[in-house]
């Protein structure tokens, strides 16, 4: 396992305990903050997605290598390297892409788990004879 692939699973585990931890209740944040980090990781996956993800995608059929079998060899390899093979570029982004979604999903679960809290205990005051 290479070094980036070691990090980028680090990382999505890493992110995979905080999205438990605000299913859980224990990770909330201020909802204008989680609004704000989801809108930056909606605007990051939109980017990943629709330019990145497809720019890549496209690299998958390439030219003007020639007819010459080595040359064929090379553009196969190249190809591969772009698309197919499992440390490929578009396999990378894909990666990046689940953590930015993971990201993204865990600010909007924190901030309604705080309003759900919120909203329970102000519930909870209103029942209460003072």
Not at 51 to 56: C, G, H, Q, V
């Amino acid at each position: 396992m290479s070094g980036d692939t070691s990090s980028m699973d680090d990382a999505l585990a890493q992110w995979r305990t905080y999205k438990q931890k605000a299913e859980s209740g224990e990770f909330r944040m201020d909802p204008q903050i989680g609004d704000a980090l989801r809108g930056r990781a909606q605007t990051m996956l939109d980017g990943l997605e629709k330019d990145l993800l497809r720019r890549a995608s496209d690299l998958g059929q390439i030219g003007g290598f020639g007819t010459l079998p080595s040359a064929q060899a090379l553009k196969t390899k190249f190809e591969n390297k772009a698309v197919n093979d499992p440390d490929s570029a578009v396999n990378q982004l894909k990666k990046h892409i689940d953590l930015v979604t993971l990201m993204r999903d865990t600010y909007a679960l924190s901030i309604r788990k705080l309003s759900e809290t919120d909203q329970a205990n102000a519930s909870q005051l209103n029942n209460t004879d003072v």
